[in-house]
């Protein structure tokens, strides 16, 4: 069966027994229906949450596919549940673009799905429409200040960095016009949409610790300049107040369940390429309130989401892993080896041998913050017990426990080895997160040292952009916020192309946007893509209803 099939014969508890498992009263329960709820802020306890084990996944660098992170986590969480552990999964919320694009879904795959899978893949709680609206919201105060004399502020419309979202890939909209058809449309300017897990907002969210430091955080979004260089933010709009009101349930999180029953909580969902590719900190920190293990994951490579998990979350939030759980695939090491992706399916050992360096250097990252990771080998069909073993063995000879993870088509049962590997590593965690910098370190010191340490680069380089944006940044005395590097998710450098692991490069930085908000900078690096175009064939092609209401082709 597919995924949808695999969903859809599933027997989904009723949400007030999925919160019991967690001691939550049904009367705390904000109820979506039969199977989905909002939680209350008030359910995080700090106290609490430092009992909790918080076990980060994440992944070596992936193929365009994916290497299965959020199955992997979810499939860990119910092999953890299932050997005794009080366990929840913390996950990111899908965005409806890769839905209707390429990707499909983002629930998991198989046996190690959270549902109900169309909800969560669809509207769900309209999480992602609060933070579309907000955002928009903000754009046209914007767009009203510069039109309006009254309360006009001076805004350069030249300088204003603000532009709209939509939840939907459309690469029509990247660069657009407005205001056009004379005066009373508005001033004609340039602009362009991204699509909304690439809002600011959405990063925002997701870093806020509660309902006032989401409104300082929405204060402080950095707009543009007035035309004698004064600089905007959306307080000097008076746009907070509207902006949070929006958000009221938004910022709540999401209760939902796995395929087998265990608690499930998703919010939020940032991108990992261009912002923290995590979860939010208030979904984290209630996991943690309510479990004896939270599995989390960060999106794309360890390069990306692992390194701003730990580098801006974490810090930010006091919060540290005890176990990092790194997803590799036989194909995946095979690519980074030079296979062809059509050959990805036949056995390879001397092309999985040359790309086990991949793997090794998001180990060795790893272990550079402080903190043990375990191989969970995600297996399909076409693996071959000798590439399997052979890595297996390669990590035990590094001292790292490397063990296979067939959760997509066993689940919690599949997940169970993996995860007596997980409790093992945690329950011996007594080290301190070591981050890759320190805050107080200059912009290119901070930049550097991402590059260096947790890339590979020998150096970095800057172009006439972003050498205007650091003097920008010292203006704004925003300095002292950490960074998050906007790069290639396929590559350890800049250039996609590079796989393996690429020694001695150049970082190329060709400008840094001011995240002031979210509260950190973003050094972009070749070309970053905020509105997705669909593909040739989108699966939204072979999506649809019938005449019951049951849908098909969702995956």
């Given at each position: ?20 498992q ?9 109820p ?75 629930a ?21 429409a ?96 007035t ?94 892993p ?81 063990v296979?993870?067939?959760?997509w ?6 997940g ?37 340490k947790?890339?590979g ?30 790069k290639t ?48 064939t ?18």
């Amino acid at each position: 069966m597919n995924d949808i099939d695999i969903a859809r014969a599933a027997k989904p508890l009723h949400i007030k027994n999925i919160a019991a498992q967690l001691s939550i009263s049904e009367d705390q329960l904000i109820p979506y229906g039969h199977d989905k709820a909002k939680l209350p802020l008030s359910l995080i306890n700090k106290e609490k949450a430092k009992k909790s084990k918080l076990i980060l996944v994440t992944a070596i660098s992936p193929t365009p596919a994916g290497e299965g992170k959020t199955t992997m986590s979810i499939g860990l969480a119910q092999g953890l549940s299932k050997i005794g552990k009080k366990t929840v999964a913390v996950l990111r919320e899908p965005s409806l673009g890769p839905v209707f694009g390429i990707k499909g879904g983002a629930a998991g795959g198989g046996y190690a799905q959270v549902i109900p899978m169309e909800d969560i893949n669809l509207h769900f709680t309209g999480d992602f429409a609060a933070i579309e609206k907000a955002h928009n919201l903000l754009a046209a105060l914007i767009d009203n200040n510069i039109q309006s004399k009254k309360n006009n502020l001076g805004i350069d419309p030249r300088t204003v960095l603000w532009k709209r979202v939509m939840d939907m890939n459309d690469r029509a909209l990247r660069k657009v016009v407005i205001g056009m058809g004379g005066t009373a449309n508005g001033m004609m300017r340039e602009t362009g949409f991204d699509i909304t897990a690439a809002s600011e907002i959405m990063a925002i969210l997701c870093l806020a610790e509660n309902l006032p430091d989401l409104k300082t955080k929405l204060g402080n979004i950095f707009i543009g300049f007035t035309y004698d260089k004064k600089p905007i933010f959306a307080r000097d709009l008076d746009a907070p107040g509207a902006m949070a009101t929006l958000l009221k349930d938004a910022i709540k999180p999401n209760l939902v369940q796995t395929i087998e029953g265990t608690p499930a909580i998703l919010h939020g969902g940032p991108f990992a390429n261009i912002a923290q590719g995590t979860n939010s900190v208030i979904a984290t920190r209630m996991g943690m309130s309510l479990s004896e293990y939270t599995v989390t994951e960060a999106g794309f490579g360890a390069d990306l989401g692992a390194e701003k998990f730990l580098d801006i979350k974490c810090v930010n939030a006091g919060l540290e892993p005890s176990a990092v759980v790194v997803v590799a695939t036989v194909r995946a090491l095979k690519y980074h080896g030079g296979m062809p992706l059509s050959d990805l399916t036949t056995p390879g050992l001397d092309f999985l041998k040359k790309g086990i360096v991949n793997l090794e250097k998001h180990l060795e990252n790893i272990r550079g913050f402080n903190l043990t990771p375990v191989v969970a080998i995600n297996t399909f069909v076409s693996d071959s017990a000798e590439e399997k073993k052979w890595i297996i063995n390669h990590c035990a000879s590094l001292g790292i426990k490397a063990v296979e993870a067939n959760v997509w088509a066993k689940g919690g049962e599949g997940g169970a080895q993996l995860a007596h590997a997980v409790v093992e590593v945690a329950e011996n965690h007594g080290g301190k997160l070591n981050p890759t910098y320190k805050r107080t370190d200059s912009v290119e010191d901070k930049i550097a040292a991402v590059a260096t340490k947790i890339y590979g680069a020998s150096h970095v380089e800057y172009g006439s952009e972003a050498l205007k944006a650091l003097r920008r940044i010292a203006q704004l005395g925003l300095g002292q916020l950490p960074i998050c590097i906007a790069k290639t998710q396929y590559s350890f450098s800049d250039d996609p192309k590079k796989i393996g692991r690429p020694r001695d490069f150049t970082l190329t930085v060709r400008d840094i946007e001011i995240a002031a908000g979210a509260g950190f900078l973003v050094p972009i690096t070749g070309e970053i893509m905020r509105m997705p175009g669909l593909p040739a064939t989108p699966a939204a092609n072979n999506i649809d209803i019938d005449d019951d209401g049951k849908i098909s082709g969702l995956f």
